[in-house]
């Protein structure tokens, strides 16, 4: 073990903290997005965060970059390798296959997950080595009503949380009946061009990638490449027009973009992406699609899938962007104040009980004085604040005053409850 002597600890680059009041509007934005999902019948399935390596090897592609260049993997004590996990789709068909539930009921099966994800890039605004995701896969029913479905919770968790400034792109990879001819086509016309050595590797190996390139003199050369989409199957072309005209019924607006490059190379038929305009380089706030041959290859029954993954970090900053905010800034709906030993017992008691009735309470701890303990009230960006002197307990009342209004009346004690639920609205 390496023990390094140092005076002050730092997260690993990279890594997020999330900390209030900032962690507020992270759980706001994740739960947003999982109630998108519930709405449709998708259940909870919490994975582990790492797996056997080839798992994401044989997965997500070995000539992707997620596999190639940013898995965290290491080896345990027994010398086996295993990964951080990068996303969320291959451990989902993993324990899928592992505990059979595409033999143990109604398909599809819907899942949802949320949770940290690990990729070794390098970190900038919007690009984390350790990133937040909320994802969902519906297994085992090929039917573009379904991708509609999905695509359409996605849409709905963003404007859910007041998102606007986004545009969902869409494609289809095709499938197994026309995507290695296409696959050859790209190929031949790739190798036509006068490419770097590199490139002219990548092209071979993964030849759909060098669309992806992100260099001008690049770009300018496959410009004029065939696209997937022009050389559809028929049925993959069915499926696709179906999938945008159930999108078109949904109300959801797309556009078609037949140069997308998805970083994983499971995808087949539907893929999309949202994209966010105000986010610079990192604009992806989520990405999806089909993925009908995923788990075969992973050893179970040919089944097909679907699925995305939102960024929730991206959607946070997306969020702050536009300026606006999913989370409510209020720690509590109720501060209490208490002056003198007595008083404060007593107020010590109510906090529970108000918390037992579905209050949120937070207290002025460690006996400041009433102006300190008012700024603290004011912090707290509660909506009432309670004052309970020892001589308001000889009386039986409480004061409680409202911050909006700055009105304070006295109630009594054994009303206080009652009154604070009805005035907000519990
Ligand atoms: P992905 O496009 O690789 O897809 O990631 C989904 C989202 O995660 C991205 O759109 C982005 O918002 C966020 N993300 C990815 N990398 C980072 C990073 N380094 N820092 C911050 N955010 C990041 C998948 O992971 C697939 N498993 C989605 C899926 C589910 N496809 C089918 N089912």
Not at 131 to 160: K, M, N, S, W
Not at 213 to 238: C, F, G, Q, W, Y
Request: glycine letters at 12%; hydrophobic letters at 40%; a negative charge.
């Amino acid at each position: 073990m390496i023990v390094t002597k140092t005076s002050s600890f730092t997260a690993p680059k990279g890594v997020p903290d999330y900390v209030p009041p900032g962690s507020a509007e992270f759980v706001a934005v994740r739960d947003g997005l999982i109630h998108a999902a519930r709405l449709a019948g998708y259940g909870h399935i919490e994975l582990p965060v790492f797996e056997q390596t080839a798992l994401f090897a044989r997965g997500v592609g070995e000539s992707t970059d997620v596999v190639s260049k940013e898995m965290w993997t290491f080896a345990d004590r027994n010398g086996e390798s295993f990964t951080l996990r990068p996303e969320g789709t291959a451990g989902v068909m993993r324990a899928v296959i592992q505990h059979g539930l595409d033999k143990s009921g109604q398909l599809p099966l819907k899942l949802c997950y949320a949770g940290p994800f690990f990729r070794y890039e390098r970190p900038q605004a919007g690009r984390y080595r350790q990133l937040q995701q909320v994802g969902i896969e519906a297994i085992g029913v090929d039917d573009p009503a379904l991708d509609a479905e999905v695509i359409a919770i996605a849409d709905a968790g963003f404007r859910g949380l007041g998102l606007d400034g986004f545009r969902l792109e869409i494609t289809s990879l095709g499938d197994e009946t026309c995507r290695p001819q296409y696959r050859e086509l790209l190929q031949e016309f790739l190798l036509g061009l006068p490419l770097d050595e590199e490139t002219r590797r990548r092209a071979q190996i993964n030849p759909l990638r060098v669309l992806d390139d992100k260099r001008p003199e690049v770009r300018e050369l496959t410009a004029n490449a065939p696209l997937m989409i022009d050389h559809l199957s028929e049925s993959a072309e069915t499926h696709f027009e179906q999938v945008l005209a159930h999108l078109d019924a949904l109300g959801v607006p797309y556009v078609v973009n037949p140069r997308m490059v998805r970083g994983l190379d499971y995808y087949t038929k539907t893929t999309f992406e949202f994209v966010h305009d105000q986010l610079g380089a990192q604009s992806g706030i989520g990405g999806g699609g089909r993925y009908d041959g995923l788990m075969a290859e992973l050893g179970g029954q040919p089944l097909s899938g679907i699925g995305f993954g939102i960024g929730v970090d991206r959607t946070v900053l997306a969020l702050a962007a536009e300026g606006k905010a999913a989370a409510d800034p209020a720690r509590c709906q109720v501060y209490g104040i208490a002056l003198g030993d007595a008083a404060k017992a007593r107020l010590v008691a109510l906090a529970g009980a108000l918390r037992g009735a579905g209050i949120s309470v937070d207290l002025a701890y460690g006996g400041r004085g009433m102006k300190g303990a008012m700024k603290g009230a004011d912090r707290s960006g509660a909506k009432f604040t309670l004052v309970l002197g020892d001589r308001d307990l000889e009386e039986n009342s409480i004061g409680v005053k409202e911050m909006a209004t700055g009105e304070q009346r006295q109630v009594p004690l054994g009303e206080v409850v009652g009154v604070l639920r009805s005035a907000l609205g519990h």
